[in-house]
C-alpha cells in the first residue's frame, strides 16, 4: 500500500509540474513562407555578441564551447512556435525537463538558420548580418538537464548588439 501511495504522487507531482509535454504534434497555424525571410540568407554589415549561461533546477551553472546558439528570422511562424514553446515571443527560458514538444507543419525551411558554437567562457559572436527582425536561441544542454534561451532582438544596418543569454 505504501508504494503504492508513493508511485501516486510521483504521477500526481508528474502531471502537475506545469511541463509542456505532448504526444500529439502541437499545430502551427501560421504559414511559413520563405520569401518572406529571404533577406535573412543575405550578408549585411550588423552583428550581435554576447555570453550563454544556463542555470539548472538543481543550481548548476554551465557555459561554454559545447553550447550551440541558432538565429532565426522573425515570421509568424516563428513568433508563433517560439510563443507556444517560451510563453511569449520576446524573451525567455525553458528547461528540457518541461518537455520538448513537436510541432506540424514542421517546414524545413524554418530549420535553416544560422548556427555558431560559444566558446570556452560563454562568448559568441553572429556576423555579416542584414538588418532585420531575429530571434536567438541558446541551447544549453548536458547530462540530460539543462535548457534554452530565447530573446527577440531587432537589428539595424551597421549595428553590434550586445545580448546576455542568461536565465539567472
Not at 554551465?62 to 528570422?73: A, I, Q, T, Y
Not at 562568448?123 to 531575429?134: I, R, T
Request: hydrophobic share 35%.
Amino acid at each position: 500500500m505504501r508504494y503504492l501511495l508513493i508511485f501516486i504522487c510521483i504521477i500526481f507531482y508528474s502531471c502537475s509540474n506545469n511541463t509542456k509535454k505532448t504526444e500529439s504534434p502541437v499545430i502551427i497555424k501560421s504559414e511559413f513562407n520563405e520569401e518572406d525571410v529571404a533577406w535573412f540568407y543575405k550578408n549585411g554589415n550588423s552583428s550581435i555578441k554576447g555570453v550563454a549561461k544556463f542555470k539548472s533546477k538543481d543550481g548548476d551553472i554551465r557555459f561554454g564551447k559545447e553550447f550551440r546558439l541558432e538565429l532565426n528570422p522573425y515570421s509568424p511562424y516563428t513568433k508563433e512556435r517560439l510563443n507556444y514553446i517560451y510563453e511569449n515571443d520576446d524573451a525567455g527560458y525553458v528547461y528540457i525537463e518541461s518537455g520538448i514538444p513537436k510541432f506540424t507543419p514542421d517546414p524545413e525551411g524554418y530549420h535553416k538558420t544560422r548556427k555558431i558554437m560559444c566558446n570556452e567562457k560563454g562568448e559568441f559572436e553572429f556576423k555579416n548580418l542584414p538588418p532585420g527582425d531575429y530571434y536567438i536561441i541558446a541551447f544549453m544542454l548536458w547530462d540530460e538537464t539543462g535548457g534554452g534561451i530565447m530573446k527577440h532582438i531587432k537589428l539595424a544596418d551597421n549595428e553590434t548588439k550586445a545580448v546576455e543569454m542568461i536565465n539567472f
